[in-house]
């Protein structure tokens, strides 16, 4: 009988550079006397399965080779949070309860096209396996969402996040690229990042929805307010690859970064504002971007009435809005595609996001 394995390690194979890696992993793991199990994911398991029988085996570790679907997947498995999970009860923040097992260290070992989530952790594809199995394990937040399609719990699902949930036209350039299979055969990284503003070039202009949003920095103390937004977005540490930065919050800090993007509608605003946008993101910027401003929350109006925030706010003003919660309502007029750290999700008439501050812990050489 094989020894309990101290090491888990959950392989998502469509990544080229992934194989490799795992032999690598392996090869290290067997010098230094340390037992592992390796598990597979498939398109119908992408990873969530996997992590959870392998922490129930008691591993103290678990690598995760792939990319940011793969990790939330994983982190889903360790965190109790099923994606067919209907109307499940948000995963607590503190995950282990006293006299339970630990919960086993998250080891990002990145071989997808963003990894977001391991570059908020300080791991980048160049990072040598040895400074992973020696890199202090810190705890990190997660994302909890709720998705409504329509009325009644049947309607209902939960899922985790690692990096940022948005809605809008973010998710639709998300839903272009991955009917753009081509992507998959760009062996180098900054090729692949290419895909990404080429999809949402054409959806620069597209029209905003309307949304009502309602956030709490502190239970109790929500506010609320109505927009036309290109997107709205809640996200956890940069959400942008070093040096660039989309948040101004990092990994460990608790909280959600609220952004909605408000781009104007007419060409030369368009344009101007598109360029506010991305010069927000560059280093010592600070991910810039006023308040997100709003009214204490009154439950049961409808968003129908929401103002153009991009005609109102005047001309010249930035396109970003900004605030901190520790959760965040979007309920959209219409009907709106999900993403949830890169994965898509079509007709959604609600969005509840929430804080999961320090709910795993993770191999971390340095926070973003």
Same mark, same amino acid.
């Given at each position: 009988?094989?020894?309990?394995?101290?090491?888990?390690?959950?392989?998502?194979?469509?990544?080229?550079?992934?194989?490799?890696?795992?032999?690598?992993?392996?090869?290290?793991?067997?010098?230094?006397?340390?037992?592992?199990?390796?598990?597979?994911?498939?398109?119908?398991?992408?990873?969530?399965?996997?992590?959870?029988?392998?922490?129930?085996?008691?591993?103290?570790?678990?690598?995760?080779?792939?990319?940011?679907?793969?990790?939330?997947?994983?982190?889903?498995?360790?965190?109790?949070?099923?994606?067919?999970?209907?109307?499940?009860a948000p995963p607590p923040s503190a995950p282990e309860a006293p006299g339970a097992a630990p919960q086993p260290v998250l080891v990002p070992i990145p071989t997808g096209t963003a990894n977001l989530f391991a570059g908020a952790l300080g791991i980048t594809r160049r990072t040598p396996l040895e400074a992973l199995l020696a890199a202090p394990v810190r705890r990190v937040d997660a994302g909890h969402a709720e998705l409504t399609r329509g009325r009644g719990d049947d309607h209902r699902e939960t899922r985790i996040f690692l990096t940022a949930a948005g809605m809008g036209h973010d998710a639709r350039t998300i839903t272009r690229?991955?009917?753009?299979?081509?992507?998959?055969?760009?062996?180098?990284?900054?090729?692949?990042?290419?895909?990404?503003?080429? +999809? $949402?070039? %054409?959806? =620069?202009?597209?029209?905003?929805?309307? *949304?009502?949003?309602?956030? @709490?920095? !502190?239970?109790? #103390?929500?506010?609320?307010?109505?927009?036309?937004?290109?997107?709205?977005?809640?996200?956890?540490?940069?959400?942008?690859?070093?040096?660039?930065?989309?948040?101004?919050?990092?990994?460990?800090?608790?909280?959600?970064?609220?952004?909605?993007?408000?781009?104007?509608?007419?060409?030369?605003?368009?344009?101007?504002?598109?360029?506010?946008?991305?010069?927000?993101?560059?280093?010592?910027?600070? +991910? $810039?971007? %006023?308040? =997100?401003?709003?009214?204490?929350?009154? *439950?049961?109006?409808?968003? @129908?009435? !929401?103002?153009? #925030?991009?005609?109102?706010?005047?001309?010249?003003?930035?396109?970003?809005?900004?605030?901190?919660?520790?959760?965040?309502?979007?309920?959209?007029?219409?009907?709106?595609?999900?993403?949830?750290?890169?994965?898509?999700?079509?007709?959604?008439?609600?969005?509840?996001?929430?804080?999961?501050?320090?709910?795993?812990?993770?191999?971390?050489?340095?926070?973003?």
């Amino acid at each position: 009988m094989s020894a309990r394995p101290r090491w888990g390690i959950v392989l998502n194979p469509i990544h080229p550079a992934a194989r490799s890696r795992v032999r690598a992993l392996c090869a290290l793991l067997d010098h230094r006397g340390i037992a592992w199990e390796l598990a597979l994911t498939t398109p119908v398991r992408p990873g969530a399965a996997q992590a959870a029988r392998l922490a129930a085996r008691g591993v103290q570790a678990l690598a995760v080779v792939g990319g940011d679907g793969t990790l939330r997947a994983c982190a889903q498995g360790l965190l109790g949070c099923g994606e067919d999970a209907a109307a499940a009860a948000p995963p607590p923040s503190a995950p282990e309860a006293p006299g339970a097992a630990p919960q086993p260290v998250l080891v990002p070992i990145p071989t997808g096209t963003a990894n977001l989530f391991a570059g908020a952790l300080g791991i980048t594809r160049r990072t040598p396996l040895e400074a992973l199995l020696a890199a202090p394990v810190r705890r990190v937040d997660a994302g909890h969402a709720e998705l409504t399609r329509g009325r009644g719990d049947d309607h209902r699902e939960t899922r985790i996040f690692l990096t940022a949930a948005g809605m809008g036209h973010d998710a639709r350039t998300i839903t272009r690229i991955r009917r753009r299979t081509a992507i998959r055969g760009l062996g180098h990284a900054g090729a692949r990042w290419l895909a990404y503003p080429l +999809a $949402g070039v %054409p959806l =620069l202009g597209a029209a905003p929805f309307a *949304a009502r949003v309602r956030w @709490e920095a !502190a239970v109790g #103390a929500g506010e609320e307010t109505r927009v036309r937004a290109w997107s709205l977005l809640a996200g956890l540490g940069p959400g942008l690859p070093a040096p660039l930065r989309a948040f101004p919050g990092r990994a460990d800090d608790g909280a959600l970064d609220l952004l909605a993007c408000c781009p104007r509608t007419s060409p030369v605003g368009r344009w101007a504002d598109w360029a506010a946008v991305a010069a927000s993101a560059l280093p010592g910027r600070g +991910a $810039g971007g %006023p308040a =997100l401003r709003g009214q204490h929350s009154r *439950a049961g109006e409808s968003p @129908e009435r !929401a103002g153009d #925030a991009a005609a109102a706010r005047g001309t010249g003003a930035h396109p970003l809005r900004r605030a901190r919660a520790r959760t965040v309502v979007v309920e959209p007029l219409t009907p709106q595609p999900v993403q949830l750290d890169g994965e898509a999700v079509s007709g959604i008439v609600r969005l509840r996001a929430e804080a999961l501050p320090g709910a795993l812990r993770a191999a971390a050489p340095r926070i973003r």
